[in-house]
Every structure is written in C-alpha cells, then in structure tokens.
C-alpha cells in the first residue's frame, strides 16, 4: 500500500472486503515462478503448444469485477441513458478490454482466443441479461478484428451458482502468442525515460460514444462512496452483508443525476463507461518505433497511476524514481469522486487512473511518434513525466500536482 | 430437460435457481457458431496461434461450482477427516478436472496451459485459502506433468468481490492444441457401436486416496438434499437467500456423520472427494487404439448419464438409441443421496453419474483393448450399453436398471 494513503480512508477500503494492493494474494502466490520475462507487464511462459522456442505464450485472466453490481442496480433501478443491452454489453467489454489491454502492454497484438465465465444467480438474471454479454464480447470481438486485431471467442461457461454468486460475475480469458523477440519488457524502463501519458476520456476514433475515463477497477469503492438515497434498502442482494451498513451507498447522489462538471452522463452511465481499449493505439505505435525502443507500457489500472511502481528498476541496486509532473487535468468523474467522498488526493492517484489509463516508457527521441500514434487514435497524449535514477534501492512514484506531491512505494 | 423427471424434484431444481438443462443459456449462446468439430465434445477452433491448417485448439472453461460452497462449510465447521489444506487443494482439483476431462474428451492430451480465476469475500476468505488453492493447483499440474500429461500453470487472477461473491468461487480456464486429424469426433457415434463405462469410485492407480465417485455438479442438489442440522442458521453466508428456506439444508445429516455402506468417509469428506481425472487412462487408451476407432468419449458431467443425448446421429434422419442396460452398481454415495432425498431414480441418472463419470463409445473389436487400459489404470470399466438407431429423428438415452427403465431425450 502506498504510504501516503489517507488512513481513514485506507480502512474504510479494508472495511469493505478490498485490500488494493492484495499483498496477501500476492504472498499467496508467491511459489509462482515469474515466467520467461520476470520484468515484464504480464506473466509469459515457453511457447509449450508448439515447442518453438523463438515464440512464448501470455495467458492472462481478468474480469470487469464488481462492475457488474453496478451494472445490475442500473439494469434493475432503470437507467435512462442506457438501455439493458447497453448495460450489460458494456460489462463484457470491461472484462475483456482489462484483459486484452494487459496482453498489449507486453507487445501482443494477437490473435486473442478468448474464453468467457458467467457465475450467476438464476433467481436474479435471466438469460436475456447472458444473451446480453455474450453479444457484447462477440461485437467488440468483431469490432477488434476488423482493425487489425484479430480476435476470437472460443466458447465458455455459464454457471448456475446462486448459492455463491449474489448477481453475476463476468470473468474472461485470453491466449495469445508472439516472437520472444518483440515482447516489451517493462523491466528495461531505465533513468532518462520519458513517460507520455495516453488520455483515458474523450472519443477515440474506434469509439462511438465518449467515454468518462473509468476503468473496472476501484468501483467498489466508487460505488459505495458516490452513490446513496436508498439503494442500500432497495437492493440487498447487491453488497456483502458483512460489511458496516454505514459503508455502504453512502454517497449523495442517485444513478440518474448528471455528472457534475460534464451533463452529459448521468452518475451511472459515468460509472458505467465502458473500459477503453488502447489496442489500436498501441498497434499503430508498435508500427511506428522499433521495439526496443520501447522500455515499457503500463496499463494503469488497479494501482492508479502508482501501478508503475512495481515495473523496472529491479535489478539495479538503485530502483527507478518514476516523476510525474505533468498529468493530464483531472477528469470530472474522479473530481466527482474526490468532491463527494472527501478521500485524500494521494488515495484518489493510488486508486484510480485520474486521466490516463495507458503510459509508454521511452527514450526522448521517440516521444513525437507516440503523440503521432495518438493523433491518429484522436486520443490526447503528452509527456507526464520522467524515469530517474533513485537514491536508495527500490522504485518510487512521485505525482507532483496542484493538489499536492505524493509518493509510493 | 429429462421428460421422466420427476416433476416434484425438477420443481426443486428450478426453486433453487439451478437450470440442469441450461435450455435458457443455450438459447444465449446460439449464435456462436460451432467450431470446427460440431459434433465433438467440446468447442474446437482453429489454430490462429500459428495459422498451421492441420493443427486446432481448444480452449475450455470450467470450475468448481457450488462445491467451494461446501468446502467453505467443510472448513469453517471442522471437519474431522480432512485437513483444510486437503478441502482447498480438492477444489482446486475439482476446477480442474472438470476442464481436463473435458479436453481429453476431444483427444487433447496437452501441453494443457491453465490459469485460474478466484473471487472471493476477503471478509471471509484469508490468504491461506487462497495459497492452499494454487498449491492445489500447482501439485495436480506436477502430478500429471510426472505422468506424461504436462500441464503447466500460467497465471491467474485473485479479485475481491465481496460484493458479487458470497465466499468463494474457484475457476480455470485451459487452452491446448492438438492435430486436427487426432480429434475424437463424437459426431461419429453410430449404430453398432458399444458403449464402455470407466468407474467412477475406487482408487486409481495414480490416486492416493479412494474417491466416492463425486464430480464437480449436482452440488447444489446434493448439499441441500443431505445435510441439515443448523448449517441454514449457522451459514447463511452458504446460500442464496432468495430461495425457500424449506430447501435449504434440508437433510438428515451432519457432515461428521459416517457415510451409510462406506463408513471409510464421512458425508462432508464423501462429498467433498475430490473429482477423478481419467485423463492417463485416456492416455493409455489411445496408445492402444487407432484414434479412428474412438468413436466418443463422453465425460458424464452435468447430465450423468443422459449427457451422451446430446452428442452422435446428429447429421442423419433418425437418431442414435443410447441403451444402457449394465451399469455399475449405484455407490453408496448416490444410493445416500437417493435415499435421504426421495429423488426419483429416472432423476438420480439424469443429474449424476451413478457409477462411471467416462465412457468411451467403440465398434465391439475394441472393447479388450478398453478394459485393458482399465485393467493398468486400476479402474473398472465394463460395457454397460450399445448404440443402436432410433426409429424417429434425434437421440434418445434409455438407462434400464434394477429400478426402472428411465428414457432421456
């Protein structure tokens, strides 16, 4: 956890079941071996399907997680600017683009086969709401394909499992290939990078509505802290029972009021934006620079934009210092959040994106071809920060904004 | 759905949101077209990994369903016969074993690549359930990776989703690949053939321990139906609580109580038995037997032994007949359940697997090499039924036993 985090608001996170930064899963785990690539975004492993050694494999797992929640109290309560389809269309892009936009950031560009699990409570979704994202993961697969990012489904599995899943839980996977030789290793990101900053709002040019910026993670905290006036009473089976009902919907807004600061999302559909992919971004940018010139690409999501901090610099006594200092301004949804909870500044940038999703590490020289990248993509793009060297073993992130400086670890 | 179901017990079923025919998920998933096997057991899509025209993948999703919600009650209540690091990795087993089967079922023999999904309720689930998980994992991959069937772990995602998720749920996703003219082909199930049934209790030869001959479905009935005695009041963490309380635990047992005709297990510990994998007998089998000779394996999953209705005859004007008129003797776990529960038997086969969870589908000449393959494996196989046509279109299950003749549609 980051150091500066605000306690109280640290506790209220633990409070809820969410430890974000799962240092116990990750001790868990630890007799995991590391893969072919220990530094890199992902984990990837020999190429075993076909024993070529020049090729390796990435099989990566995730989910849109407790989006889904969401997605059911607006699909029951009735949001107006998003019909049921849309809802639960964009719940399987959540899942999917958490998962394809990790496998990118290693350099994979497909093809993606990929699989989907529902768990679900029968006596709560019907199959309208299964045909739903079934749909949704089939259209972003054409969608992908169709730009040059082939994609696959490759079946799945819808369990009845009332008796452990409260709503519905929508989990994918994918499996994708490439040569060893063009995996971008995050562990190369060195002192004397730059770090150009990719926008997570507005319209990309694949995209056909805007987008607020929200991700599929921190929206237990989001939801819970934004949203109130009745909805804990109305819907129980949307929130773990365990936790202090003071927790829970204890914000001031309902799901229909508009977004301050941008009218035109209402506070549910903000929260429901779907997951931007940044895949034909990080496409054209691959065709642009070489590889190797590429140190690194951090998908900043759970984590925020203190994610970087467990990328590079391991091998060196001294770790990396990743600075910050020029970040994009702070999207009306986050401010939303921030405004309506109170949760200290250093908490908001260790949790969520705050205004970029994706971030390439690179030398100096190849900064104008990733604003040429982003150009086209019409996603906003510009240098945030820097890679210096750190005093003392171990990386460091420093946000440095108008709201204060804050560091982790 | 089973048209001799008994229709009190489907009643049951459904009131506890669990839809044995998954009719409605089907319908879901209609247009995803079938791959390039339709008749074989699971999906089978091209090779887009390597683009090589004469290989295929699977890539296959499965998990341990309502059987973590059971080992959760295991756990938190002591159970005496086994440690809870033996119920964890058992779940694991189980998440796995449903998926490996089920790629062996095809002639998929790995490399198998697996990863794995876990949600849980941190407010209830610590890390060491979750070490004890991906050890489970870890130990059955070494485990067949030592029997010539190499697996090998590639990651896998931990959410905290105390919000979607009651205690826990435990899945795996595996991706292998395998030559296109390897594929075992259910479609090609035909008058004529035999019919030969892998028991599903005993001790393997690579099995430390006998299993009851429980899979990983059926759970969610057999929970409710067996156990009683306080778990509704004590656990109401264990179930969805939008169901009747009268089918809530709603058994005569307790879980410490002696399996009646097998006192060497307890009811939890009979339950609980981890889900065989027949997949070195499989291996063996093939080594024996051209593969043009496999006509079908089935692995008698959801659906027990009406499961093969869905497979063969498809591609002709009248169907295949399925006649099974020598099963095994019904294990005294299931003869527990049908007797504490009132199950009517044509339900017992139609939810279960009553004796054999594999059965392989053959011209008679290769029976021997079959129950040789069983013979090394330690596993009693026997031929329990025969294919013959069905005098109308579709196909038909027909289980005569000591109890009844029970059709299947």
Redesign the interface.
């Known amino acids: 956890m980051p150091p500066m985090t605000d306690q109280r608001h640290d506790a209220r996170y633990q409070a809820?079941?969410?430890?974000a930064g799962?240092a116990?899963?990750h001790?868990?785990?630890a007799?995991?071996d590391g893969?072919l690539f220990p530094g890199a975004f992902?984990?990837i492993?020999p190429d075993?399907?076909?024993g070529d050694p020049e090729h390796c494999?990435?099989?990566?797992?995730?989910?849109a997680?407790?989006k889904?929640?969401l997605a059911y109290l607006a699909w029951k309560s009735g949001l107006s600017d998003r019909t049921p389809e849309q809802i639960w269309a964009g719940i399987a892009e959540d899942s999917l683009v958490m998962n394809l936009d990790d496998c990118a950031c290693v350099g994979a560009l497909g093809?993606f086969?990929?699989?989907?699990?529902i768990?679900r409570?029968?006596?709560?979704i019907?199959?309208?709401v299964?045909?739903a994202i079934?749909?949704g993961y089939?259209k972003l697969s054409e969608r992908l394909t169709a730009l040059g990012i082939?994609c696959?489904?490759?079946?799945?599995?819808?369990?009845?499992?009332?008796?452990?899943?409260?709503?519905?839980?929508v989990?994918s996977?994918v499996?994708?290939?490439l040569l060893r030789d063009r995996v971008i290793d995050a562990g190369r990101m060195a002192p004397g990078d730059v770090i150009v900053g990719f926008s997570s709002t507005g319209k990309a040019a694949w995209e056909h509505e805007p987008t607020t910026g929200m991700g599929s993670n921190g929206l237990?905290s989001a939801?819970h802290e934004l949203l109130g006036g009745g909805y804990r009473e109305r819907f129980p089976?949307?929130?773990?029972p365990?936790?202090d009902g003071d927790l829970i919907y204890c914000g001031r807004y309902r799901l229909g009021d508009s977004l301050p600061g941008d009218p035109r999302f209402t506070i549910g559909s903000a929260l429901l934006s779907p997951t931007r992919t940044y895949l034909p971004l990080i496409k054209n940018l691959l065709e642009r620079v070489p590889r190797s010139d590429i140190h690194g690409l951090i998908h900043c999501s759970g984590g925020g934009q203190s994610k970087i901090v467990k990328f590079g610099g391991r091998k060196r006594k001294q770790g990396n210092r990743y600075v910050k200092d020029n970040l994009f301004p702070v999207p009306p949804l986050f401010a939303a959040l921030k405004d309506a909870t109170g949760q200290s500044w250093a908490e908001m940038y260790s949790v969520y994106n705050m205004g970029h999703r994706l971030e390439a590490v690179v030398p100096p020289s190849c900064v104008d071809a990733c604003l040429a990248a982003a150009r086209d993509s019409h996603i906003d793009a510009q240098v945030v920060g820097r890679v210096e060297g750190n005093d003392e073993a171990g990386n460091e992130v420093v946000v440095r904004t108008a709201h204060g400086e804050f560091k982790y670890r």
């Open positions: 809820r079941g969410v430890s799962k116990e899963v001790a868990a785990i007799r995991q893969g992902c984990k492993v075993e399907l076909t494999l990435v099989m990566h797992a995730d989910g997680g407790t889904s929640s093809p086969l990929i699989s989907n699990t768990g409570n029968a006596k709560r019907p199959g309208t299964i045909a079934v749909e089939q082939p696959r489904m490759t079946g799945g599995e819808t369990a009845d499992v009332g008796d452990l899943v409260r709503t519905i839980i989990d996977t499996t994708t290939r237990t939801r089976e949307t929130y773990a365990e936790v």
